[in-house]
């Protein structure tokens, strides 16, 4: 049977891994090949890799770096961050990823999701929705959090697995650099109202809130300030997680 | 050094595909050339987008006869994902005939998992040629149940028990990706490679 994926994040600027607390107040904590090689060898079962500053001025840097990355993983890496239109998603697949991340691009110009889709498949598409608590839903923020939409979050992730996203980065804003835990209220809905894997991300700071995430519905669970401080490899995590009875890849 | 041709059938993860051999110690390259591929020391058919668009590539390339001649002349050739799926007769993912090397029809997995399925998975095998047993990284909605009884399949299980890769004297099909599967999936090539 399938194992949960436990997923480390790297937050790539200019080259460089970073990990704010909701992306503010960035430090640099290394290189990204580096840490992702060190994450395959700790058992990582996919690596996302987040451009937080992606410009358009800063492509070349982002392709080096996938390519340096891609030439010391033999996992799957997804990249997120800049990416505007179907020439950006194939550039970065051709660097060496092998899924494509889009957010802010796909909210403004959904059919980016139907086209990317159509022409690199399911497999290649993902789609990272930024969702915010309001009184009664979630809706869905973009621009690094900054900018509210008006979308409701559940309802934009069924259109997004709709029109070809195969599988939801789905990020809980109130909880992005809590340390308190998933938004599991959103985890649950949003896995019962689509078939496609939502991967978990935004409050992870124990095994505990791992599993919680993987209780609540969600397929993958991705974390990165509870691995880049090195108090836990994923090893250790998916140690304790196996003991909690959940499957993962030894 | 051996080197590997690499149909093109599209781009999606070619370069984690090079990659991967590249730390076989082996070269490879794309190519869309029916003579090179019915030459080559080695060939290997990835999987990128829809059986349609797999099966009408192959086509407008003219590269069919090539591929069917390399497996039925037991040419090291191996195919990953979609390519697995190409080497059988028709899809339910849409129209479009395929290689037919298999008589099967590709079935979609059933509503009763999450489609597509992304991440790893156990591999049983019999571990009487290339195949053995392992995790595997998986990313399809499409899957074949059975295989031909001349070919040794490797089993995984999602919603039902699905093949997970085949394999025949020096071809071998992967449901799977080896090339993202870790140590384990590049030894898998390693030992393609190496006969």
């Known amino acids: ?250 | 050094m051996k080197r590997v041709a690499i149909c093109s059938t599209g781009i999606a993860n070619i370069a984690s595909v090079q990659a991967g051999f590249k730390r076989t110690g082996a070269e490879s390259f794309l190519t869309e050339d029916a003579d090179v591929l019915a030459s080559a020391d080695y060939v290997m058919l990835p999987g990128v987008g829809s059986f349609n668009a797999g099966v009408e590539r192959i086509d407008s390339l003219g590269l069919r006869e090539a591929l069917i001649e390399r497996i039925e002349s037991d040419k090291p050739t191996m195919a990953i994902c979609l390519g697995l799926q190409l080497l059988s007769e028709e899809s339910e993912e849409g129209a479009g005939v395929g290689l037919g090397v298999l008589p099967q029809k590709v079935e979609r997995f059933t509503d009763s998992v999450r489609v597509p399925q992304f991440g790893w998975n156990q591999v049983e095998a019999r571990g009487s040629g290339y195949l053995e047993a392992g995790w595997a990284y998986f990313a399809n909605s499409y899957c074949l149940r059975e295989v031909p009884a001349e070919w040794n399949p490797a089993y995984a299980t999602y919603d039902d028990r699905f093949v997970a890769a085949i394999e025949r004297g020096r071809v071998l099909a992967c449901q799977f990706h080896p090339e993202l599967s870790g140590p384990w999936g590049i030894a898998l090539m390693k030992r393609w490679l190496e006969g």
């Open chain 1, 1 to 250: 049977m399938l194992a949960s994926r436990i997923i480390p994040c790297l937050d790539v600027s200019n080259g460089r891994v970073v990990k704010g607390i909701k992306f503010q107040g960035l430090r640099d904590t290394g290189d990204p090949a580096d840490l992702g090689g060190a994450y395959e060898a700790q058992g990582a079962d996919e690596l996302v890799f987040l451009d937080v500053s992606a410009t358009v001025e800063s492509r070349d840097t982002q392709l080096d770096t996938v390519r340096k990355v891609r030439e010391r993983m033999s996992i799957p890496i997804t990249v997120g961050g800049g990416v505007r239109k179907v020439e950006d998603a194939r550039a970065l697949l051709e660097a060496g990823a092998d899924k494509v991340s889009m957010n802010t691009a796909a909210v403004l110009n959904p059919e980016l999701i139907t086209e990317v889709a159509e022409q690199f498949g399911r497999q290649c598409t993902v789609v990272a929705v930024d969702a915010k608590r309001t009184e009664d839903s979630w809706e869905v923020v973009v621009s690094g959090g900054r900018k509210p939409t008006g979308k409701d979050a559940l309802d934009w992730i069924e259109e997004a697995a709709n029109r070809g996203a195969g599988e939801i980065l789905l990020t809980s804003w109130d909880q992005d650099g809590t340390r308190s835990g998933y938004d599991l209220d959103l985890l649950k809905a949003a896995s019962e109202r689509v078939q496609v894997p939502i991967i978990a991300s935004g409050g992870a700071a124990s095994s505990q809130h791992l599993f919680e995430a993987l209780q609540a519905g969600a397929d993958a669970v991705l974390a990165a300030s509870i691995f880049h401080d090195g108090d836990m490899t994923v090893g250790d995590v998916k140690r304790e997680l196996a003991e909690m009875g959940v499957r993962v890849r030894p």
